[in-house]
């Protein structure tokens, strides 16, 4: 990632196909869907800035460039295939500038995907946002972006032919509802030792709306909505649940509006409805997100680009070693 740039958003998951055999294409799946995601941004009914034939897109499947007549879009990509363990390595950067007619700044987004297929029907995803300012711009630069899940995150997550996973557990697009009878699951899921990806529950407080629905102090929904890809929000409306979570488990139950951040290997964070009233239910999401979401040091094993250019270099001297 560029020095001037700004982290906007980062997720790490598995792909798996539900269904299909050795024949089955993973990786031209996702092109297809960074395929559908550019074109459906970019491409307009009296105008095609991206030529949309699967033909064409091909191409960037196995290690190519495709882009725009003045570059506006920009996306290159690297491909690599280890014939002795038949594992496949892809990488793509899809690069796309924006220059409003307003004065301010033109601004770059960047973003960085990574494919790492271990066997025919499942493979490592990674991904990164990113977006900069034109360095040495002087006057105002665009407003600073709402926090939001990426659409092409949203397309995969909800391909049904695909099961997306952090370690073992799904990935959802949406908050979770818990019942009564369901804690002790939760518990079950929350300390396994294997597991990789934040929990979060949220609990309501004890007043209603005027359709008899509880008042949450931060909206499970919403906070899911930024947080989709990398953690799972969950929730409950039911009083039985938050009584049986008291009884069974004391110092992980939450109640009165409260936030509990269930985090891998025993690492739990607790927020009462005085912290949530005192910096605002939206500052603290933006707390949340950028911990999870927007901080660069999380993506340490991150494969993108350049990982996949050295894991070429390295296989090539590899191949001419052998050779000799």
């Excluded at 960074?34 to 970019?42: A, D, Q, Y």
């Excluded at 359709?211 to 919403?222: A, E, R, Y």
């Excluded at 707390?287 to 680009?305: C, G, K, P, Q, S």
Aim: charged share 25%; aromatic share 14%; proline share 4%.
């Amino acid at each position: 990632m560029d020095k001037n740039s700004i982290l906007f958003y980062k997720a790490q998951f598995t792909v798996t196909a539900i269904a299909g055999d050795d024949t089955y294409d993973l990786l031209w799946q996702i092109v297809q869907h960074i395929r559908g995601w550019i074109i459906h941004k970019w491409n307009k009914k009296d105008q095609n800035v991206l030529r949309p034939e699967f033909s064409y897109w091909s191409k960037l499947k196995h290690g190519g460039k495709i882009y725009t007549d003045n570059n506006v879009v920009f996306i290159e990509s690297e491909y690599l295939r280890d014939e002795e363990t038949g594992e496949i390595d892809w990488a793509c950067r899809i690069v796309e500038n924006f220059e409003l007619k307003d004065g301010t700044s033109p601004r770059q987004w960047v973003t960085d995907i990574g494919f790492e297929q271990g066997t025919y029907n499942s493979a490592r995803i990674s991904y990164v946002v990113s977006y900069s300012n034109r360095a040495q711009f002087i006057g105002p630069y665009q407003p600073t972006p709402s926090p939001s899940v990426p659409n092409l995150i949203y397309r995969i997550l909800s391909d049904g032919s695909l099961k997306c996973s952090i370690g073992n557990d799904p990935i959802g697009t949406t908050a979770l509802e818990l019942k009564v009878g369901n804690w002790l699951d939760f518990m079950q899921r929350v300390n396994d030792d294997q597991r990789i990806m934040p929990f979060f529950f949220i609990s309501p407080t004890s007043q209603f709306h005027q359709d008899g629905s509880p008042v949450f102090l931060i909206d499970p929904q919403k906070l899911q909505s930024i947080l989709s890809g990398t953690a799972q929000v969950y929730y409950t409306t039911d009083s039985e649940l938050l009584e049986e979570a008291l009884y069974l488990n004391p110092d992980y139950a939450c109640y009165d509006g409260a936030f509990h951040m269930y985090l891998p290997r025993g690492r739990h964070r607790w927020f009462g409805a005085e912290d949530i009233e005192t910096y605002g239910a939206d500052q603290m999401m933006l707390f949340i997100r950028h911990a999870f979401v927007e901080n660069v040091n999380y993506f340490d094993d991150y494969f993108l680009m350049e990982e996949c250019r050295q894991k070429k270099l390295l296989l090539d001297n590899r191949l001419r070693m052998d050779e000799l």
